[in-house]
């Protein structure tokens, strides 16, 4: 026997010496420096997401909480600040499981694990644990305690692309890592040893049993007292669900914002941004980003609540009971996950009357009265085989306000919001989609849709520098174009409700959104010159053709470009460029690069200003009494100015606001148009989002007049151009019902803001309405001949 021992010693002496000339420079980590990922905050310095392989956020010793110190010696090496590194009785026990085949029996310390960690695989042999106990023979000898336990808690891997205590903790509890209690401490001290194993996210009962023994170690080793491991022991604790999916957000909802810096930074710094602990600080205030994606995912939920019932996700064979049963739910919900607060759960029972399904852990909850109504069709006896809810059928479902579910479905249709400071182009808030871990195109700046009525008042604004009014008096009433007028077929243009009006100032027109004034103004005015009038405000001229359906935004536009274009209205006539990045440092602090103050300057100048506060005041008669008033009406203030926007057929609803310190664009419509329905309509679908969003922004916003600029004058309700209220600029278009002409061009001596007219498709017309004194007496003359 002695002999033998006197063999083993030599074998192990001889190995240790032929390996040590071998082993790998261990002073780097003197220095430590792990890879760290690229995080990105907003304004505030709440984290929005991270990218890179391994989320990290390093924590140096001093800022561990003691808490979680004292769970993981407990567990991992209770001797740590006593022994030299190795547990010598441990590694024989190991050698010896080795040699036999067994399983290892994981008697290595704390410092063994930084070894192999850091340079070593985790292969359990012979030679591999020689290398191990001799890296842990230098690292002892290199770095003191404290570094070693400074390594181990930043390096180690935790399961859900989680490396570090203070990734897992914001991974698993959504919360720092100083602010985490002895139960929480426990159940992450529990995942070194096998993280998929003890995950609490896929392994809750596993990670359960583990926490509770972790515990019993603390309080076996003095690090807690018993009431403390009584209280920890009973503590409920919350797990952030689906967190550990790729590279999404960690908080705030914004994964269209974490994607659009992560796209910035790389296009930058390349590869080396995953892995060089960049912190990158954004515009957006995380407030405004909650509010927005909630009130984007209402109005989706809402259009979603009057669609059809299209069935069950899917349908899978359930055991009758056991641990079968919640493996089986398990195993579907992995592959159908939670939605936000739409949730997959897997049917039980199923009736007319009620519903009982399964969560995830074997959570049951009950869905009965109107939790039933959009899944009526389902719930039918005769129902088609495709929808009917039965036992094992994969459905969704929400908690109302009530704390009541409700079945619901993933929802086909798609949207989008952006806002930004139209003083400085600052974006403020975005979100580019239903969900980003569904689809990540980010219909906020990809998405090319047409305008439908939103455009309208750029086609207005160009009408103004033509010499018409606020109060131009225009006829609403039916036109018809050939082929070459409108680049296409024939066109009988209708307005929404299909009725005509007749005459109707310019104001009225565009508040009441009339397709018949805004193809006459458009006509009049050359759309050539719209053409290019539209382009100083950020649309590409060649996605918007020279044709009167110009008028009613069949061009292509992305929200980006309409959150662009009615800044210039709202900050006076200037055009801005959204921004999103304002500071990168490094992991220290050290700042890499810091965006500088955006200043309004001349050089900026889109419009005159004078055009961009009379665009403004008939953008507020929208929001006053046009199809906007819901706005002005729910939110109490006057200072809000808007379009709606419905496409041919309502394929995209839109609405398009501002307040002149913040300017907003909500946009819904299906990836691949399609109607969204015969009354679905900018003002009911994206203008409730709109008014959330404002409600909660402007919450401590006074209210804000806007200031008349040189230029303009008031005559009665009207604001216009200074010379037109002198001569009347463009009393009337239309009123004969035959095709019009471009008005006279202004004075030689009035100032003219953008390019001059470009020819019109249109036929040679017949001349518009002239100007006479006093024009305010003859247009009030005018609509007195069309009273009913």
């Not at 770095?143 to 897992?168: H, T, W």
């Not at 569904?438 to 939103?454: D, E, I, L, M, Y």
Request: proline letters at 7%; charged letters at 20%; hydrophobic letters at 40%.
């Amino acid at each position: 026997m002695l002999a033998a021992l006197a063999a083993l010693f030599i074998t192990v002496a001889i190995a240790m010496a032929v390996a040590y000339p071998n082993l790998p420079d261990i002073s780097d980590l003197s220095v430590y420096r792990p890879k760290l990922p690229l995080r990105v905050f907003s304004a505030e310095g709440e984290l929005l997401g991270e990218f890179g392989e391994e989320r990290r956020n390093f924590t140096p010793i001093k800022e561990i909480p003691q808490v979680l110190t004292d769970a993981v010696l407990a567990i991992e090496d209770s001797r740590f600040f006593q022994h030299s590194g190795v547990d010598y009785l441990g590694v024989i026990r190991a050698g010896l499981a080795n040699v036999g085949k067994a399983k290892s029996q994981g008697a290595s310390t704390i410092t063994m694990q930084v070894a192999r960690n850091v340079y070593l695989s985790s292969e359990k042999t012979f030679t591999r644990k020689i290398y191990e106990i001799l890296l842990t023979f230098k690292l002892e000898h290199l770095l003191s305690k404290d570094q070693i336990l400074e390594i181990y808690l930043n390096q180690i891997y935790l399961g859900q692309r989680a490396y570090g205590f203070a990734a897992a903790a914001e991974t698993y509890f959504g919360k720092p890592l100083k602010n985490i209690s002895i139960a929480e401490a426990a159940m992450l001290a529990g995942l070194p040893k096998a993280p998929s194993a003890y995950n609490p996210i896929n392994n809750p009962k596993r990670a359960r049993t583990r926490q509770l023994y972790i515990i019993d170690r603390m309080l076996e080793h003095g690090f807690i007292t018993a009431p403390e491991a009584a209280t920890a022991k009973q503590q409920e604790l919350r797990i952030k669900s689906g967190s550990g999916g790729g590279n999404g957000p960690s908080r705030g909802h914004a994964g269209f914002v974490a994607e659009m810096a992560r796209q910035l930074i790389f296009a930058q710094y390349g590869e080396e941004a995953y892995t060089r602990g960049l912190n990158v600080y954004t515009t957006v205030r995380a407030s405004d980003q909650d509010v927005a994606y909630k009130a984007l995912r209402q109005g989706i939920m809402d259009f979603e609540r009057r669609q059809p019932y299209r069935g069950p996700e899917k349908f899978i064979t359930l055991p009758d009971q056991g641990p079968e049963l919640d493996d089986a739910i398990d195993e579907a919900l992995d592959e159908h996950p939670d939605n936000g607060n739409l949730l997959a759960v897997v049917v039980l029972e199923a009736g007319a009357r009620k519903v009982v399904a399964a969560r995830r852990g074997g959570e049951l909850i009950e869905i009965a009265g109107d939790g039933l109504r959009i899944a009526q069709a389902g719930l039918q006896p005769r129902a088609a085989p495709k929808i009917k809810i039965r036992r094992g059928a994969v459905i969704r479902v929400m908690l109302t306000p009530k704390n009541n579910w409700e079945i619901l479905q993933q929802p086909e249709v798609e949207g989008a919001f952006v806002s930004l400071d139209p003083r400085n182009g600052a974006i403020k808030a975005l979100v580019g989609g239903f969900d980003f871990d569904k689809n990540k195109f980010n219909h906020v700046t990809q998405a090319w849709r047409q305008p439908g009525s939103s455009f309208k008042p750029f086609i207005y604004s160009a009408a103004l520098e033509k010499g018409f009014t606020p109060a131009t008096v225009v006829n609403d009433a039916p036109l018809f174009f050939e082929p070459e007028l409108t680049g296409g077929q024939p066109w009988e243009p209708k307005n929404y409700d299909g009725s005509f009006e007749g005459p109707m100032p310019l104001r009225r027109g565009l508040a009441k959104s009339k397709n018949m004034i805004s193809i006459r103004v458009l006509d009049a005015i050359g759309a050539r010159y719209a053409q290019e009038w539209i382009s100083q405000f950020g649309f590409d001229a060649e996605k918007h053709p020279p044709y009167l359906t110009m008028a009613l935004g069949a061009g292509s536009v992305t929200p980006m470009q309409m959150a662009t274009g009615y800044s210039v209205f709202a900050n006076g006539g200037y055009r801005i460029n959204p921004w999103l990045i304002t500071k990168i440092t490094e992991q220290k602090g050290k700042v890499l690069a810091q965006a500088s103050p955006v200043v309004l300057d001349e050089s900026m100048r889109a419009i005159d200003a004078r055009n961009a506060f009379v665009m403004s005041t008939l953008l507020q008669e929208v929001t006053r009494s046009g199809t906007a008033a819901r706005a002005q009406a729910t939110l109490k203030r006057a200072d809000i100015y808007g379009k709606t926007g419905t496409t041919n057929d309502s394929m995209d609803a839109w609405f398009a606001g501002f307040h002149p310190t913040l300017t907003a664009i909500t946009w819904i419509g299906y990836d691949t148009p399609r109607k969204l329905g015969d009354r679905e309509t900018g003002g009911g679908l994206s203008l409730p989002v709109w008014i959330s969003y404002m409600e909660h922004a402007l919450r401590d916003v006074p209210i804000l007049e806007l200031a008349p600029p040189e230029g303009v004058v008031q005559a009665g309700i009207d604001w216009m151009y200074s010379e037109h209220a002198k001569d009347g600029g463009v009393l009337s278009l239309g009123l004969d019902d035959t095709t019009v002409a471009p008005p006279p061009a202004p004075p030689k001596d009035v100032p003219t803001t953008g390019p001059s007219p470009s020819p019109s498709p249109s036929p040679a017309p017949a001349p518009a309405t002239p100007a006479s004194a006093p024009a305010a007496e003859e247009r009030l003359k005018i609509l007195d001949l069309f009273k009913y």
